[in-house]
Nanobody, 124 residues
């Protein structure tokens, strides 16, 4: 499975961005999809996950209530709508895919495939 993330950019604090991740080379609808982020000098951290049907979503506490993950299985795409952005949301955002959902989805090692990342910068 190949993943291509896009939609990052520069935004002011309080603004919004929508990230997209297009998948190819596999049966997208069977994969659990997620978003991680990595700020400069920090480790990669979990942000959000959505199960294959879209029926279940989970979020990191730091983004809960501000970010929404969704997917369109017909278009092989997963989205991350980011609202009320803060400077601390500045990071490279990565999409990821896993074949079998695990409750340890917050661990980067649990994921099978990764996209190349898209950079988000939130100015104060």
């Amino acid at each position: 499975v190949q993943l291509q993330a896009y939609g990052g950019g520069l935004v002011q604090a309080g603004g919004s961005l929508r990230l997209s991740c297009a998948a190819s080379g596999g049966t997208f609808s069977i994969y659990t999809m997620g978003w991680f982020r990595q700020a400069p000098g920090k480790e990669r951290e979990f942000a959000a996950v959505i199960t294959w049907s879209g029926g279940n979503t989970f979020y990191a506490e730091s983004v809960k209530g501000r970010f929404t993950i969704s997917r369109d299985n017909a278009k092989n795409t997963v989205f991350l709508q980011m609202n009320s952005l803060k400077p601390e949301d500045t990071a490279v955002y990565y999409c990821a895919a896993m074949r079998y959902y695990t409750s340890r989805h917050y661990l980067s090692t649990a994921w099978d495939y990764w996209g190349q990342g898209t950079e988000v910068t939130v100015s104060s």
